[in-house]
């Protein structure tokens, strides 16, 4: 019955699980935009911002 009462290691396996799903989750978005960033040679936020901007504003005018 000590063995069904001992839980000193499961905030640890829950910690490692926590922390593995946020690097998985961190490795997904690094390769999903990487492409982004390797096809920007000039990347600056005022363009950025502006395009955002620019699409934006091209969504919502068209129907």
Do not use: H, W
């Not at 905030?11 to 990487?34: H, P």
């Amino acid at each position: 019955m000590n063995i069904i009462k001992d839980q000193k290691g499961q905030s640890a396996a829950e910690y490692i699980l926590l922390f593995g799903g946020v690097i998985i989750i961190a490795l997904v978005a690094l390769q999903i935009y990487s492409n982004y960033f390797s096809q920007s040679q000039n990347f600056t936020a005022k363009e950025d911002a502006q395009q955002i901007r620019n699409n934006l504003t091209n969504k919502t005018t068209t129907p």
